[in-house]
């Protein structure tokens, strides 16, 4: 049996927990796929939605969108008021990893680019997400990753030593700069190979 080396495991939420997408909303709304890319490029683009990650309210988002794009109003509302469309479910082989985890004795916490009101609306609907012992939020704290701070805010806010806590994230920008504070950090590329990234710690997972 491998030795243990690692005290805790992190969860990101989208892509790792959360089959997040626009397009599970938007193959609806707007049904030709190549109007429907240049929507969500260029308009309700990634780098504005991240602006809500960061901490500005959807009210606030909505409106300057609005009045930049006034012909697609309703297309721009709809991000916000069908919110929760984006969401096909929950990774249930994810979750079980997580499930086995506390089982095990070790903390999981979550550590995710998320508006705090869309955090509050995915709470309720997946009570999973409830059942972390930590979690700390980009919309909450108003900054983002791989910005080293909300890394740093996780370690101090719940006493985690970086070298023995094991992070998991499916975009390599924030394994990068969770590495870069020291933790023992990992792109998930599927529930399977998590598994074996945990074995190789000495964590006994089924």
Avoid: C
């Avoid at 929760?84 to 929950?90: F, I, N, P």
């Avoid at 506390?102 to 059942?131: D, M, Q």
């Avoid at 900054?143 to 719940?158: A, G, H, S």
């Amino acid at each position: 049996m491998t030795e243990r080396t690692i005290d805790a495991a992190v969860f990101d939420i989208g892509g790792v927990l959360l089959d997040w997408s626009p397009d599970y909303l938007y193959a609806d709304l707007i049904p030709d796929e190549q109007e429907r890319t240049r929507f969500l490029t260029e308009v309700t683009s990634p780098a504005w939605n991240h602006q809500q990650d960061a901490g500005r309210p959807w009210s606030e988002a909505v409106a300057e969108l609005k009045s930049l794009h006034p012909q697609h109003a309703d297309l721009i509302e709809a991000y916000d008021t069908g919110w929760l469309t984006m969401v096909r479910g929950v990774f249930e082989d994810t979750a079980t990893v997580i499930t086995e985890l506390r089982a095990l004795g070790i903390p999981t916490y979550a550590l995710t680019n998320f508006s705090a009101e869309k955090w509050e609306v995915a709470k309720e609907a997946f009570p999973i997400l409830t059942r972390f012992d930590g979690e700390i939020v980009s919309g909450v704290e108003q900054t983002v990753k791989p910005d080293e701070k909300i890394y740093r805010i996780l370690l101090e806010r719940f006493h985690l030593d970086p070298a023995r806590t094991f992070y998991t994230d499916d975009m390599q920008r924030n394994v990068d700069g969770a590495r870069a504070v020291g933790l023992d950090a990992e792109q998930f590329t599927g529930a399977a190979d998590l598994r074996d990234q945990l074995r190789a710690r000495g964590i006994a997972l089924q």
